[in-house]
Structure formats: C-alpha cells, structure tokens
C-alpha cells in the first residue's frame, strides 16, 4: 500500500504544480482561524481522499481541508491523517518549501508517512521503522547522524522569543530555515539533529514527517518527553515539541 500511497502524493503534487506555475493571479481565501488556502489545497484534498477512498475504503480519513466532526471520529482506532498542502504560505510566496502529507495512524501512533516536496522533486516515505529519500529517480534508505556542532532546523515563518530564547541556551550550534514538514525530513535524513516547535501546530502538520522521522531513528517528543500521541481528542491542537536524535 505505501507505494500506492507515494503514487498519490505524487498526483496531488502535481495538480499542486500545474497551479503553482501558472500564470493566472492565485487566489487565496482564509479559514476562520485566518490561516490561508488556496485551489491548491482543495485541488490536491480532492484527488487524496478520493485515492485513499479507491486505496482503502473501509479506513477513514481526516483531511485539514474536510475534518469530521468529533462525534464522527472519536472512537477511531485507525485512520488517515492529511494535510493536502503543508506550507501554503510557503506556496504563496513561491520559495518552494511546501509538501504533501499523507499518514496512517494506528492507536495513536503514525505507522505509515509520506511527504512529498513537489516543487523541490524530492520524496520521503516510512513504513514501521524504514525510511527512504527518492530523488531524482534515486532511492536511498535514510538514518539519522550525530553532527558536532548540531544543526538545528528552524520554521521559516513561524519564529517567536520562546524558540529564541531556547537557541540561546543551545551553546555552540548552526541553525537552518525551511518550511513546512521538511523540517522532520533533513533531521531524519541527517542532515540536522534538532527540530524544536514552541508555537502551535496541528496534528496533521506533523503526522506524516513523524513517521518519516521515526523510521529514521529520532524521536519526537513533547516538552514533558511524551511521545506525540495521535488518538483522535476534540482539539487539533499538537502541544509544542522537538525533533531530536536523543
């Protein structure tokens, strides 16, 4: 099913791509939250879940574009989890930095992930704990590495004094900026060994890379050392947390 599923990340990418270089002026409206979304997002929302409908029928799917009410989800054991387009501010402001998150959560956990950055061309998925890269027609299992100095990968558009204040303290150290879950990504690929996240996120911004980090050999946990926990609860909301090897 994981080749499935990278197949439809694919597709989503590149009904993602075909607006992202057109030249027809984007159009972007706001959720009530003020968050932005764009055709993009709905276009790519439409060709997954219809896939995973296709894929399979009988798991259900919570998308940030369609979420089912509490009532619907709360007893859900296993289920889809998706953001169609993570990073679509990321997407507005052209730099690239923008994936398609796709995750399959059991009892709490992501078992299944696949994020694809379409504009950069590059493909990261895990099942259990196997991670690989693809690029370029290149596949190539992934690990987390120690780094002295660490380098630590950083939001683009999400920096606030918390985070400040904690690099501060971090002593010697490089810093990296990316958008969207490619931050998961460069620490399981080992290209970064910390990813902190002080501001607010929501379970499906992380699902997918979780997966992916795990299966690299990171951790990702909360500010209490909690494991991130996806049983469906009435708020989105994660808690802050931190990518880490360690």
Request: charged share 20%; net charge negative; with cysteine.
């Amino acid at each position: 099913m994981l080749k499935q599923i990278c197949e439809l990340a694919i597709d989503a990418g590149s009904a993602i791509m075909a607006i992202y270089t057109s030249q027809e002026p984007l159009h972007i409206d706001h959720k009530s939250d003020q968050s932005p979304v764009t055709e993009a997002d709905i276009a790519a929302h439409n060709i997954i879940t219809a896939g995973l409908t296709r894929i399979a029928p009988d798991i259900p799917q919570l998308s940030e574009e369609a979420p089912p009410s509490w009532d619907e989800r709360k007893n859900w054991q296993r289920y889809w989890l998706i953001d169609p387009l993570d990073g679509t501010k990321e997407f507005i402001h052209r730099n690239g930095d923008f994936t398609v998150n796709i995750a399959l959560i059991e009892k709490g956990i992501p078992i299944m992930g696949v994020v694809y950055a379409p504009a950069k061309g590059l493909l990261y998925y895990a099942e259990g704990n196997q991670a690989w890269k693809e690029e370029g027609g290149h596949k190539q299992p992934i690990h987390v590495k120690d780094s002295m100095p660490p380098i630590i990968v950083i939001s683009r558009s999400h920096q606030d004094g918390e985070l400040r204040d904690y690099l501060a303290q971090m002593g010697s150290h490089e810093t990296v900026e990316i958008g969207s879950s490619l931050k998961f990504c460069l620490v399981a690929e080992g290209k970064a060994q910390l990813y902190p996240r002080f501001g607010p996120t929501n379970i499906w911004d992380t699902a997918a890379g979780h997966a992916v980090a795990i299966a690299s050999g990171a951790k990702v946990l909360d500010w209490n050392g909690k494991t991130l926990d996806y049983t469906p609860r009435e708020s989105f909301l994660n808690p802050g947390f931190r990518v880490t090897l360690f």
